[in-house]
């Protein structure tokens, strides 16, 4: 009985939400990201053979570099998709949202001579949610730091450069 209840009460308040809120639909893309993080390994980028400057030409300025240059870091963040609520009410305004997001990396290793010595990729997707009004915000953490602050940690590899 109390299932039934609740399930009730929650149908009675999304239903409420819809009425008094504004849906806007997210279309899929990459906001405020690169879009040049492959799914695979490029093969335009062989271990052993390609250099720093063969990588940086093809993807440009990594988006974190190890202190000693040993790595760096590609990421990106694209939208598979979401919808986001808009509400105002007594003078004020507030938007709650989630997204599908993909989330992609890929970490580069250079020998002390400038050589491609690894390539890891990383992808990952989850449902990411924000909120915001007139009094503050957030979002709820990524699923892979597209940054790549975690990849000295993560990989025991030397930190990044600041």
Known sequence: MQASLLRTIGVAVGAALLLVACPVPVPPGYYDSRANV??????????GESTREDVLMQFGEPDTVAVDESWVEYGSSYT?????LFMCAGGGCAAVGAMDMRFRRMIIEFDQTGVTTEIIL????????AAGGSRGGGT???????LGLDVPEAFHLPSVRE
């Not at 492959?38 to 271990?47: M, N």
């Not at 990383?122 to 949610?129: T, V």
């Open 38 to 47: 492959p799914a695979t390994v490029p093969e335009s980028i062989k271990k």
């Open 80 to 84: 598979l998709g979401g919808l986001v």
């Open 122 to 129: 990383e992808s990952k997707d989850c449902f990411q949610y």
């Open 140 to 146: 709820t953490k990524p699923c892979l730091d597209s």
